[in-house]
């Protein structure tokens, strides 16, 4: 995090706040968000826009990265709209006092109940397939014929058919992809949209995938989805806005080279305005949706080390209180981290360690093969890096109750997030009458 800074020698200390006292404070593990980081991030993206793009652009947070009330106020107090994918999302995004005119739903797979909570939200919803489409036309006309306010405002989410370098089950911009229509199908669809005056499909949608480190498949899909626009307008339609999806990259280890946001903004404005001004057509509203880039490096998971096994010659496991419950990232995709000890942060980097969660499970490992100094039990562990897709993937495997989170700036922490609780984990459970003892 853009605010972590060593104090008294040897203890890190995130938004002026002394980790280890977060610790104490809050338990064990503990996700600690940096605001200043975060706030920065938004900055930077709204700030590469208005410096790169002549007409209107707007930043949505995609909230899937951490969707809770405290990072949805936040994102949105910095001018960001938000992406949510599910009625959940919504709803979260909602109570956190987020604009229904800066929410874009998404899903493969909306329920019929979703889309009535979207539509009466007033929410923009992006519409993925045929079946939404036309589960959408007959709401609209059955439940609403005369009391709608207004419309309900669509974008379309194609599939761009650009692949891009990462892993398999976060790239979604090729063909073979469950999300969005075949771009094959665009007469089909163009013509279609063109014939319904109940539903106000006011652009297109397009995301290629996540964690990506190169430059050109945005480039490319950028121009295409202007010609996109081209083709719609012979249809009659008049859409005016642009959702180019989110993916940026982010550092997790020193080897990771991503663009910065500004590198990532200025290509993708740049082709749209040039494509724009080959094509003689007006610029459209140009949108965009990170979620990691905005939120992976204002966060860092502190643990508590606990036992440890040295096996000669082979490998030394350091277990933390914690693992792939609170972290999914290492075991689903094998993703990589960097961790220090926030009590030895000047103590030298002695020991090769593989970090292993609590959960009863051979992969359950955090960082394989971390450098660190000497650890001992009930020295605090930090994970770095671990604001997007970590809390909002978390599960009570092995009934771990879920970690709380607190939110630091300027030497103040608040809980954002309370720790569950044992009472928590059964609240949803019935036990029938005929299994009481
Ligand atoms: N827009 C859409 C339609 C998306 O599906 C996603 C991510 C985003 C935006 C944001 O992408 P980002 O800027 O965060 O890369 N759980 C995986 C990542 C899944 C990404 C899903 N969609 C992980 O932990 O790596």
Request: negative net charge.
């Amino acid at each position: 995090p853009l605010s972590a800074r060593v104090h008294n020698h040897d203890f890190l200390e995130i938004g002026g706040c002394d980790v280890t006292t977060l610790v104490k404070r809050f338990g064990s593990p503990l996700y600690i968000l940096d605001e200043e980081t975060l706030r920065s991030a938004c900055q930077q993206y709204r700030d590469a826009f208005k410096q790169y793009y002549k007409g209107e652009s707007q930043v949505l947070y995609a909230s899937k990265a951490w969707n809770c009330l405290a990072v949805c106020a936040i994102a949105a107090s910095e001018g960001l709209g938000i992406d949510v994918a599910s009625g959940g999302e919504l709803y979260t995004a909602l109570q956190a006092g987020v604009s229904p005119d800066k929410i874009y739903l998404h899903n493969n797979n909306k329920s019929r109940e979703e889309l009535i909570f979207a539509i009466e939200s007033g929410c923009t919803i992006v519409v993925d397939n045929w079946h939404e489409l036309r589960t959408l036309v007959e709401i609209v006309e059955t439940l609403y014929t005369k009391s709608l306010s207004q419309n309900p405002r669509l974008l379309l989410r194609l599939t761009p058919g650009i692949e891009c370098h990462t892993h398999e089950y976060i790239r979604t911009g090729q063909l073979d992809s469950k999300f969005g229509f075949d771009p094959n199908q665009l007469e089909e669809l163009f013509s279609f949209i063109s014939k319904q005056s109940a539903l106000n499909c006011v652009g297109l949608h397009a995301h290629i995938g996540s964690q990506i480190f190169e430059r050109q498949p945005h480039r490319d899909l950028a121009a295409l989805m202007v010609q996109w626009l081209q083709e719609a307008a012979k249809y009659g339609l008049k859409l005016t806005e642009l959702n180019v999806g989110g993916g940026l990259g982010i550092k997790y280890i020193e080897s990771d080279d991503p663009p910065s946001i500004e590198e990532w903004v200025k290509p993708i404005c740049e082709v749209i305005q040039q494509t724009c001004a080959v094509e003689n057509l007006p610029l459209p509203k140009l949108l965009c949706e990170p979620g990691r880039s905005l939120i992976a490096t204002a966060c860092v998971t502190a643990y508590t080390i606990g036992s440890s096994k040295v096996i000669p010659e082979i490998r030394t496991y350091v277990a933390v209180d914690g693992g792939m419950s609170d972290n999914p990232r290492p075991i689903t995709y094998q993703a990589v981290y960097r961790a220090v000890v926030a009590n030895k942060m000047s103590s030298p980097l002695t020991e090769t360690v593989t970090i292993a969660g609590k959960h009863c499970e051979s992969g359950d490992i955090l960082v394989k093969n971390a450098l660190l100094p000497k650890t001992e039990p009930q020295d605090i562990l930090v994970v770095m890096g671990t604001g997007a897709y970590n809390y909002s993937m978390a599960s009570n495997y092995n009934r771990l109750p879920r970690p709380a989170a607190v939110v630091v700036a300027n030497g103040e922490a608040n809980l954002i997030l309370q720790r569950e609780t044992y009472q928590d984990l059964i609240r949803q459970d019935c036990l029938p009458q005929r299994l009481k003892s």
